[in-house]
């Protein structure tokens, strides 16, 4: 039986520097990269020195997954790392933005990942790992990011709790809430041609920062991965504060007016 590393997401981003930190630290035979383009995926080999074998499918499409679900079955690996990083954002009111657009979010940010997830565990053993990419955003509502910041709250209570009921089985789950990261994210949460929502960030962090700490955190067996002081510190106050507050604050640092023009 072959040993593989499955990864969504990893043509770019944290999920790429997770999939590159991998292929130093486990010693398996492949890694498996599911996306939609294959050339992106093949362009990966450049990068790591282990096979890496492209799995071509739409993530937000669950009648895709059947793709996955056969190769799984064709060739019965024991997956050792699966990590959940494919995901989208968009920054706008939500008047503004189409119902169908915000339903894809909740399909490739949620629902890919529950069906990865229950797809693959049946080809885990003990000393498997699940890595999920949540967001800092997942600890609080956010105005005018509302359907993301909820995407990411389900993938943190999800993965926190499915960490305890796989833990009979000898497999960990590990949630990834990174702060701002520079990333291709932003090419697509931001409508170029309208006002930003975001006007001031905190911070931005390097996308090789934070894959850094979820590996370590990883194998360290924690069950949320925050890199970063500034991220830990809203974390806290996130923690502290009523929410209500929390969204006053926030509209304020980003002078939202709370209406789809934005802000006057």
């Not at 398996?28 to 074998?53: D, M």
């Not at 995407?151 to 796989?166: D, G, M, P, Q, W």
């Not at 949320?224 to 640092?253: A, I």
Request: hydrophobic fraction near 40%.
């Amino acid at each position: 039986m072959k040993n593989i590393i499955v990864v969504t997401g990893a043509s770019s981003g944290i999920g790429n520097q997770i999939l590159k930190l991998l292929d130093e630290k486990e010693k398996v035979e492949e890694i498996w990269a599911i996306g939609r383009n294959e050339a992106s995926l093949k362009e990966l080999q450049k990068e790591v020195k282990t096979t890496v074998v492209p799995v071509v499918m739409n993530l937000s499409n669950l009648n895709e997954t059947k793709v996955f679900k056969e190769k799984l079955e064709k060739e019965k690996p024991n997956i050792k790392v699966l990590v959940n990083s494919a995901g989208f954002g968009i920054f706008d009111h939500t008047e503004n933005i189409e119902e169908e657009v915000l339903l894809d979010m909740i399909r490739l940010n949620c629902e890919a990942i529950v069906s990865m997830i229950q797809t693959s565990l049946k080809y885990m053993s003990e000393g498997s790992q699940i890595m999920n990419l949540a967001s800092c955003a997942g600890f609080q509502p956010i105005p005018y990011i509302n359907c993301y910041a909820a995407t990411k709250a389900f993938v943190l209570s999800y993965s926190r709790a499915l960490n305890y009921e796989l833990k009979y089985r000898g497999i960990h789950v590990l949630a990834v809430a990174p702060f701002w990261t520079k990333t291709k994210f932003f090419d697509r949460a931001i409508d170029k041609d309208k006002k930003e929502v975001v006007i001031s960030y905190a911070a931005l962090y390097d996308p090789k920062d934070v894959a850094t700490q979820a590996v370590k955190d990883l194998y360290t067996k924690k069950d949320v991965s925050c890199y970063g002081g500034k991220n830990k510190f809203q974390r806290l106050l996130v923690r502290t504060f009523p929410k209500k507050f929390v969204m006053k604050v926030w509209m304020r640092s980003q002078k939202l007016n709370g209406t789809p023009d934005i802000r006057d």
